[in-house]
Nanobody, 130 residues
């Protein structure tokens, strides 16, 4: 059973930074498409960014582009999302999601619907105060 373990959330002031991490228990990390979603109170879950592990190609929604950046540690099956210049609109529960994208990995970037992913982490809270 594939499991995702997230960490790195917390509370920061506007303009601050946080780094989220997500580790996947799998033998085939290189074929995975990984994503971060977020859900604020009384709002729908929103796909924020995703990355194809095979070649590192990433996609970011406009509201986080230039502020959020992926990195990956293939030896430890871990992705990181560096979040800079945070603002109150970024306050949400953040969820890591994954899918084995064998055969279609190059179409991964931009796949940010919940149904694209079949493995989910437990969530980590990000709170930005103004």
């Amino acid at each position: 059973q594939v499991q995702l373990v997230e960490s790195g959330g917390g509370a920061v002031q506007a303009g601050g930074s946080l780094r989220l991490s997500c580790t996947v228990s799998t033998w085939t990390f290189s074929t995975y498409c990984m994503a971060w979603f977020r859900q604020a109170p009384e709002k729908e879950r929103e796909g924020v960014a995703n990355i194809y592990i095979g070649d590192g190609t990433a996609y970011y929604i406009d509201s986080v582009k230039g502020r959020f950046t992926f990195s990956q540690d293939n030896a430890n099956n871990t992705i990181y999302l560096q979040m800079n210049n945070l603002n109150s609109d970024d306050t949400a529960m953040y969820y890591c999601a994954a899918v084995d994208a064998s055969g279609y990995g190059r179409t991964c970037p931009g796949r940010l619907k919940s149904w694209h992913y079949n493995y989910w982490g437990q969530g980590t809270q990000v709170t930005v105060s103004s």
